[in-house]
């Protein structure tokens, strides 16, 4: 896998200040690698040798459907479903999978190619966050001007944030991750509660105002992922 198709700089995942800026960090790996590997990436044995083994999730399986050919698809699909053949269904005597065939089972339907490149790209990204955290003042500044953190990555930032910024600066940066989902949490309660009782009867034909789309962002804040067919 090219090095540079899950290298981001960091200014353009901050700069934009829309939304959670690890999300959309995410969001251009996924973009990123889902369009190599139906596209340059494809007809790449050693690349075609990985994803044999790997496969995809039914997130990035479906990503790869919308951003590659029918046909790319349908190849890269050829090879890892003979792949399955050989490392699975291999039978013994009594015409049953062993042990190592289930395990190989398991491991297939637990892995993906895109989710490891991306988690590959992730943890190095974090670790450019820590230190940029950790040496200029500038870059805190703009961490803290983000509109918020979602909910699993405000976890998985500060499940590192100890080691990767040590332990003198862990506290201002954990405050300032924290204030960014308080502030942010504290304005989407405010717009839910609202939603709701624009249902009850003496609020009929009032203004929902901003509650209009609150069921979206909380779940997107929740998950991180923007519901389906919004």
């Not at 007809?43 to 590659?68: A, W």
């Amino acid at each position: 896998m090219r090095e540079d198709i899950c290298t981001i700089p960091i200014s353009e995942v901050f700069e934009p200040k829309e939304g959670c800026p690890i999300c959309r960090m995410r969001d251009t790996l996924e973009n990123r690698v889902t369009e190599y590997i139906t596209g340059a990436a494809m007809m790449e044995p050693d690349i075609r040798e990985v994803t044999n083994v790997q496969g995809f999730c039914y997130p990035h399986f479906s990503m790869m459907l919308k951003k590659g050919s029918r046909l790319s698809n349908a190849l890269i699909l050829e090879s890892h479903l003979k792949e399955i053949e050989t490392s699975v269904l291999r039978l013994d005597k009594r015409g049953v999978p062993g042990k190592k065939e289930v395990e190989a089972a398991k491991k297939l339907t637990e892995s993906c190619f895109v989710c490891e490149q991306i988690q590959w790209a992730m943890v190095r990204m974090f670790d450019t966050i820590y230190r940029l955290w950790g040496k200029e003042e500038e870059f805190r500044e703009l961490f803290s001007q983000q509109p918020y953190l979602c909910l699993p990555h405000y976890t998985a930032l500060l499940e590192g944030a100890q080691k990767g910024v040590g332990k003198k600066n862990y506290g201002a940066f954990a405050q300032a991750a924290s204030d960014l989902v308080k502030n942010y949490l504290d304005g989407l309660q405010k717009d839910i509660t609202h939603f709701c009782s624009m249902f009850d009867y003496r609020n009929i034909g009032g203004d929902f105002g901003n509650s209009k789309d609150s069921i979206e962002r909380s779940i997107q804040f929740l998950t991180s992922r923007i519901p389906e067919g919004q």
